[in-house]
């Protein structure tokens, strides 16, 4: 867990070194500098979306991940999180639908918690004990969070207690994890991912298209389940394919 620990340190120090000088940036910069941190994230997206090895597994898991999500209505219980939180910690009147604070959080939230570090940083600091990846991860999660909290606020700050959770299970649940993932399950949940991290870029960051992105969460475990069921029913499609061949 100490990898995980160094990240929160990381994204709370990031986020509030950009509350204390964020204010001081003209408007116009800072919406500048939330577009180019677009950009950069849906670059990423697809770098990430690259790395899959067979593009149809990825699209389904992404579907199929959404069906989940908006029957969970996810996106929906991440808002809620956000408004509670604003409600709680700043006194703000949250808004339906989410406002600044709300933006904040599950933009941040996303971010750092969606890509190949976290999952495979939190599962070496398990095994092994070894955070070094985590630790890369965290200087690049402390640089966004500056950025990111001089122009979307206090609620980047609190996408900390998200990673706590997330790569803190994961790091716990790493002996099981590793045991039943590969390269190539790794590789379209990456891809998933990274899908994502493109959704969230056009959404929230460049304003493009509104996106339930949070809804999509399930595709990350739905991908690799995927690749595990390839072979069998794989098989099966074969011996039924030879049997109505005869």
């Known amino acids: 867990m100490i990898g995980t620990w160094i990240n ?6 990031g986020g509030a070194a950009g509350l204390a000088f964020g204010a001081r940036l ?8 939330i577009a180019a941190l677009g950009l950069f994230t849906a670059g990423l997206g697809v770098r ?4 899959t090895g067979n593009p149809i597994l990825a699209l389904g898991g992404l579907a199929l991940g959404a069906v989940l999500g908006e029957w969970w209505r996810i996106e929906d219980g ?27 959080y599950l933009t941040a939230s ?4 969606v890509g190949p570090m976290t999952i495979l940083g939190s599962i070496q600091d398990g095994l092994s004990g070894d955070y070094s990846l985590l630790a890369i991860k965290s200087v690049l999660d402390g640089f966004a969070a500056m950025a990111f909290a001089s122009t979307l606020g206090v609620g980047v700050l609190f996408s900390a207690l998200t990673i706590l959770v997330f790569q803190g299970a994961l790091t716990l649940l790493a002996a099981q ?19 994502m991290l493109l959704g969230l870029a056009i959404s929230r960051l460049l304003e493009i298209r ?25 098989r099966w499609a074969a011996v039924l394919l030879a049997w109505f061949g005869r």
């Not at 996303?110 to 918690?113: I, Q, V």
């Not at 969460?217 to 390839?230: E, F, R, T, Y």
Request: negative net charge; glycine residues 14%; proline residues 5%.
């Open 8 to 13: 929160v340190g990381a994204v709370l120090l």
């Open 48 to 51: 990430m979306f690259l790395e």
């Open 78 to 104: 991440l808002e809620s999180i956000g408004r509670w939180l604003e409600r709680r910690f700043t006194g703000g009147e949250a808004t339906e639908g989410g406002g600044r604070f709300v933006r904040g």
């Open 210 to 234: 509104p996106m339930r992105v949070g809804s999509l969460l399930p595709g990350l475990a739905i991908a690799p389940l995927l690749v595990a069921l390839q072979e069998p029913l794989g």
């Open 177 to 195: 994890v590793q045991s039943v993932m590969t390269e190539a399950m790794t590789a379209e949940m990456t891809a998933v991912g990274g899908l």
């Open 110 to 113: 996303l971010l750092f918690c």
């Open 26 to 33: 003209p408007e116009r910069l800072r919406q500048t500098v």
